[in-house]
């Protein structure tokens, strides 16, 4: 009788399935190391030097999320930055939308749009093998530093109720474009989609479960604006 673990070799030694799996590990990677150096950016217009420091360690977390990616590309015999590469084009574009005009949007951004991202990337570990599962989750864990962007875009709203409009509707373009993208990233990469889908060895979700997990993506948005003291 196959156990548990038998399966897991098995899916992970099926070329489709390996496929997706690095693509999947490129497109996170590729993420990591394109938030930190747009976090090190907008750290330039932060208004102080308390602000800046803690916009620089949210990119050094991020970049260190990225190490690990990068290291286990590297265990499974392939070259990181090929296996990146691919996704330059969708991150590039996706950032070409969504440039901050100040420090607050930015906040918001790394906020609002890396959780997004976080919360689509979990709902397809569901769906992979243990070793994979366990990186991934691993990788997309919180930075610690949640707690500095509430309370920053909660104090600026407080100073001036203006803010909290404007970015009630940066959060919801936002929320849009990461969508978009994600969609996109799944619709081109039929290896990623098969991940998705599963098979013998590594069920996955049909059309419906996909849709219903969107649904999901949707709710956790609207909490996560919620908490900033925005309007989703």
């Not at 690990?68 to 392939?78: C, I, P, Q, S």
């Not at 929320?175 to 989609?193: C, P, Y």
């Amino acid at each position: 009788m196959a156990t548990k673990d038998d399966a897991a070799l098995s899916a992970i030694d099926d070329p489709v399935y390996r496929t997706g799996v690095l693509e999947l590990l490129g497109v996170l990677a590729y993420g990591e190391i394109s938030a930190c150096e747009r976090l090190a950016e907008d750290a330039k217009m932060a208004p102080d030097l308390k602000t800046k420091v803690e916009i620089a360690a949210m990119a050094t977390a991020e970049f260190h999320h990225f190490e690990k990616l990068r290291d286990h590309v590297v265990a499974m015999g392939e070259d990181p930055f090929e296996v990146m590469q691919p996704f330059a084009v969708t991150f590039e574009r996706f950032h070409r939308h969504t440039t901050p005009s100040d420090w607050l949007e930015g906040l918001v951004k790394a906020y609002v749009g890396d959780g997004l991202a976080a919360d689509f990337y979990r709902e397809i570990a569901a769906y992979l093998d243990a070793d994979t599962r366990a990186l991934v989750l691993d990788t997309l864990s919180g930075t610690g530093h949640s707690e500095f962007v509430v309370d920053a875009v909660r104090r600026a709203i407080e100073q001036d109720h203006r803010v909290g409009g404007r970015l009630a509707l940066w959060g919801r373009r936002l929320m849009g474009e990461a969508l978009s993208q994600a969609q996109t990233v799944v619709a081109e990469r039929d290896a990623l989609s098969a991940v998705l889908v599963g098979g013998v060895d590594h069920p996955g979700m049909d059309l419906a479960g996909i849709g219903r997990m969107f649904t999901r993506l949707t709710e956790a948005h609207a909490a996560r604006m919620e908490k900033l003291g925005l309007a989703a």
